[in-house]
């Protein structure tokens, strides 16, 4: 029998619960290939998509690079001359990913509608077209082995691409200057948009629901919604399973995210289905493989305690159905298959510590998802209850199953906090997201789709009302917003997400778009301004809920104050549009009073700058002073002597988040929070006549060099984290295509074009360029707007600059001098009125 693998023979596909058809973005193909394992990145030849490349023992392995990060569905056009082979296919973002058993994978942290696993195993029996059942989220790399004696050509292998893919320089936003660092940090805000913003349709399901029950291909679990409801403890699940290959998985006890006792039932593994590659020493045949975190594998610093292995005396047939029963019992998980014990498995205390789990070895959700390679059935799905009572049945087969378990097709389009993990659409991370996506690619409708579904979940009533879940998951639907809870964390969150709709609002005018959401947006900016202090007017908690842990820094402190009042601002001219200008009101004058207690309670003299937080006098953060400067409440001399201090935090190639943390080589240097560091380093000088060039150059050379400087590396796209040796943070679990890393490239077109909106939707301007700021003799590039681009662009010498913009049709702008400069023709005037064309202006040095 050849070694095919056709999942539509098991049983006819529904296709009901296929909402919106793919985006079609065409076919990526890789750049260079290399016939080795170990490529050295300065060699390799170019690839053509008529290269053909032969695989055989004596040459297994070739490595594809595709030249900076893509995402879409794997595929390889091949010739056979008849015989069959095996190829195992890895794929990473970064180079070093892809000599590592796993690849940089597998992703067991969240289903996120894509393949779970790096490494993949093909069986290609005949010449002709193979593609993957499942999307690959992001990868720059790929690696194809031959596995045995066999011998294969590939005539054409590449990606069906699921995101746009287009050059930096053809974007709809677009900047150089004269330095090429900058111009690749630039780059990689426009890379990292498209990679991680996927439409609706791009995302099918990754289980396929047929008449027999649920095929699911092995991916890391996805778990009941009713289960997360219910809340069952000591229950017994039992259902129908089929191995087509290699095993079956499931998990009981859970939390919502997959993490909790996971058991992998391995086959006897027959030679017509079992792939060379098959890991037997994880996976022995016939076994029960037992685990009580995320997976039966560590991927680096995602850690998962000992398998525990049962090898079993029967032989476990593929093809053929059995029936599993997992009853949580006072001494143990009891296993039983077909009626007959195979293992008691001794209980998973979770660790009080633990982040994520139910909390329970007892109680908890089920879900269902095998190992790399495994393809299983699953039907007649029931849950009874320790009292007898049987409490859940499925049979997975109706539409309802997918969004039941978390993996329904993604009906919006969004954008996710990275391409290949988590998957999930984090509301912080938004932020930074609208406001790279404003300045490159401009699909709006990735933002409005992720504000409409986040919206979509927000909590109705109870002491989180108007909060919405952080990280709401791709295949996730509002029908279950009581499952997915998850406001109760990173409460600044909140904030970001508000500020990024104020942005969108800045960028857009869309009030439109907007409208309908209105009530709900009000709604969340009104939970939020119960955390307004009585005492102290900072920012702190609420009487019922108490201390809770922000991202930006603690409560009552200068990050999480400094960005509310910013998200108050960004929100008033919402307001005003949308007719409430009751409200308006209120968001303005709070955002004064907070940045008054600002001042009066965090700013500290003696030592020079805004303090972390009340109870932390003597420590200081680079988000603080960004917020600070950011929400309107530092003035010149407070910029000044808080610039200076910020040179304690300068560590590698950044700077230390919090004088309160410690240097080690293990410190992960955060874009995220230096980006809103960024952004103020250019308001200080432009508005406030700081000196923060050293520092501005220091991060975007040193930090976001770190991301371009180093080819093995390199993605294209920015990055999670950054470690102090320039290398990227959170070891290979980490994410290079990160949206929240990209913050210079809308800070570099809104302070070094210097164009920005004075009123949303661009329809009227300011441009306000930093000439000659870092050294740099030229900048230009165009900037989207609802009227078409402005395009902006200066060159300077030491005395002389001249700007050139040209203005769309329909909007009007104001040009401001720069700091250092004066209009030329002896004029005094600071400002020059920009109409429709081409505006010409000449400064000379002041
Ligand atoms: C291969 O590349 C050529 C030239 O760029 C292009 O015209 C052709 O359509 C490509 N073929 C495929 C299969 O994409
Ligand atoms: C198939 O046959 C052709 C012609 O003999 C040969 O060049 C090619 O290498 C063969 N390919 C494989 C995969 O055996
Ligand atoms: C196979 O699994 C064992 C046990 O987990 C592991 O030590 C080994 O590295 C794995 N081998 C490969 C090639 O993945
Ligand atoms: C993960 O790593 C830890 C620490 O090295 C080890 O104790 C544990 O057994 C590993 N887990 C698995 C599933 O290999
Ligand atoms: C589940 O069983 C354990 C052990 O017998 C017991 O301690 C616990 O209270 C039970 N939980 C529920 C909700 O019945
Ligand atoms: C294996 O078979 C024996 C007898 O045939 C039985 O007693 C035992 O419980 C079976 N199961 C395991 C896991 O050993
Ligand atoms: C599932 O249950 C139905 C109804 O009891 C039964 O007809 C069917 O055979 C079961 N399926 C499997 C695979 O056992
Ligand atoms: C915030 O500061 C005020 C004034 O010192 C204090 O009363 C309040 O308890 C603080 N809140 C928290 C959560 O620490
Ligand atoms: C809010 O404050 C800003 C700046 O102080 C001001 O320009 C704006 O008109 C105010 N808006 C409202 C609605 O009060
Ligand atoms: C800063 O915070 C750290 C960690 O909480 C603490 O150990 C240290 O004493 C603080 N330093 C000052 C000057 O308050
Ligand atoms: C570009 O910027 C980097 C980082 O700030 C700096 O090291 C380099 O000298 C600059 N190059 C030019 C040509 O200005
Ligand atoms: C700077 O540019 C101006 C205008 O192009 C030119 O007249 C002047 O000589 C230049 N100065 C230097 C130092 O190059």
Redesign the pocket.
């Known amino acids: 029998m050849p070694m095919s693998f056709r999942p539509l023979a098991v049983a006819q596909l529904l296709w009901s619960t296929l909402a919106h058809a793919i985006v079609s973005y065409g076919n990526v193909y890789p750049t260079r290939y290399f016939d080795n394992n170990a490529a050295d990145p300065t060699f390799g030849s170019s690839y053509e998509n008529s290269t053909s490349i032969t695989l055989s023992s004596s040459q297994p392995v070739v490595t594809l690079d595709y030249g900076a990060e893509i995402a879409g569905f794997p595929f390889f056009v091949t010739t056979t001359n008849g015989t069959a082979a095996q190829i195992e296919v890895r794929y990473s973002e970064s180079l070093v990913g892809l000599s590592h058993d796993n690849a940089d994978g597998p992703w067991t942290f969240s289903n996120g509608l894509s393949n779970s696993f790096r490494v993949e195993t093909f069986a290609i029996d005949d010449s002709g077209h193979v593609e993957s059942f499942f999307v690959q989220g992001g990868q720059r790399w790929q690696s194809i082995r031959v596995l045995g004696k066999g011998t294969i050509t590939l005539d054409r292998v590449g990606f069906r691409a699921t995101s746009d893919h287009t050059d930096a320089d053809k974007l709809p936003g677009y900047l150089e200057t004269n330095n090429e660092t900058y111009n690749k940090v630039f780059d990689l805000g426009g890379r990292v948009v498209q990679v991680a913003c996927v439409d609706a349709g791009n995302a099918p399901s990754t289980w396929e629901l047929t008449n027999a029950g649920a095929l699911v291909r092995g991916q890391t679990t996805a778990q009941s919604a009713k289960g997360i409801l219910l809340a069952p403890a000591n229950y017994t699940l039992e259902f129908d399973t089929k191995i087509v290959r290699g095993g079956t998985g499931w998990r009981i006890a859970s939390a919502s995210q997959p993490f909790g006792p996971y058991f992998v039932l391995t086959s006897n593994y027959p030679d017509e289905t079992t792939f060379t590659n098959t890991n037997k020493t994880l996976l022995p045949p016939n076994t029960l493989i037992v685990n009580s975190g995320w997976n039966i594998v560590n991927q680096t610093s995602l850690e998962t305690p000992a398998n525990k292995l049962f090898a079993l005396n029967v032989s476990i047939e593929e093809g053929k159905w059995y029936r599993i029963s997992t009853a949580i019992e006072v001494d143990g998980y009891r296993v039983l298959l077909d009626g007959e014990e195979i293992a008691l498995v001794p209980l998973s205390q979770p660790d009080p510590a633990a982040r994520f789990g139910s909390g329970s070895a007892y109680a908890g959700t089920w879900g269902f998802g095998g190992y790399q390679d495994h393809s299983t059935m699953f039907t007649n799905v029931s849950v009874t209850s320790d009292k007898g009572t049987r409490i859940y049945q499925s049979d997975l087969t109706s539409a309802s199953t997918l969004v039941e378990y978390g993996v329904a097709p993604l009906e919006h389009s969004v954008c996710l906090d990275g391409a290949k993990r988590d998957r999930l659409v984090w509301i912080g991370d938004f932020y930074h997201t609208v406001r790279v996506v404003a300045q490159t690619t401009a699909r709006w409708d990735h933002i409005l789709g992720s504000i409409d579904l986040v919206l979509g979940f927000q909590v109705p009533s109870g002491i989180y009302a108007g909060f919405v879940p952080i990280s709401p998951g791709m295949g996730t639907r509002p029908e279950y917003t009581e499952a997915y809870q998850g406001w109760q964390g990173l409460v600044d969150y909140q904030d970001l997400f508000l500020a990024g709709i104020g942005e969108y609002y800045r960028y857009t005018g869309d009030t439109a778009g907007l409208k309908k959401h209105w009530g709900k947006i009000k709604m969340l900016a009104e939970a939020k301004l119960a955390f307004v202090d009585p005492i102290s007017g900072l920012v702190a908690d609420t009487p019922e809920i108490k201390n809770p842990f922000n991202f930006l820094g603690p409560v009552n402190g200068s990050a999480v104050s400094g960005l509310f009042a910013f998200t108050l601002?960004r929100l008033?001219?919402l307001?005003?549009a949308l007719g409430d200008?009751e409200a308006?009101?209120k968001?303005?004058?709070t955002?004064?009073k907070i940045n008054d207690a600002i001042n009066e309670h965090l700013w500290n003299p003696s030592l020079g700058t805004y303090s972390l937080g009340l109870d932390s006098p003597g420590n200081f953060s680079l988000t603080g002073v960004a917020w600070a400067i950011l929400s309107g409440a530092a003035n010149s001399s407070q910029i000044a002597s808080s610039l200076l201090k910020l040179q304690e935090l300068r560590f590698g190639p950044g700077y230390r988040t919090s004088s309160a943390e410690a240097e080690s080589p293990e410190y992960q240097l955060a874009p995220n929070p230096s980006g809103f560091l960024l952004e103020a380093l250019f308001q200080s000088y432009l508005n406030y006549g700081s000196d923060s060039a050293t520092a501005a150059s220091h991060l975007l050379g040193g930090l976001w060099g770190s991301m371009v400087n180093n080819d093995s590396y390199f993605s294209g796209a920015s990055w999670e984290y950054v470690n102090p040796d320039g290398t990227p943070g959170l070891d290979l679990f980490t994410s290079l295509a990160h949206p929240w890393g990209a913050a210079p490239s809308y800070v570099l077109p809104e302070y070094l074009l210097g164009v920005r909106p004075t009123i949303s939707g661009y329809k009227s301007f300011v441009v306000n360029p930093a000439v000659g700021f870092l050294g740099l003799t030229e900048a230009g590039g165009r900037v989207p707007t609802p009227f078409g681009p402005i395009k902006a662009g200066w060159t300077a010498n030491g005395t002389h600059a001249t700007i050139d913009v040209d203005v769309p049709e329909g909007t009007t702008g104001a040009f401001q001098v720069p700091p250092g400069w004066r209009i030329d023709r002896k004029s005094s005037a600071h400002a020059v009125k920009l109409v429709r064309g081409l505006n010409r202006i000449v400064l000379c040095s002041a």
């Open positions: 601002r008033a001219p307001a005003v200008a308006a009101r968001f303005n004058s955002a004064s």
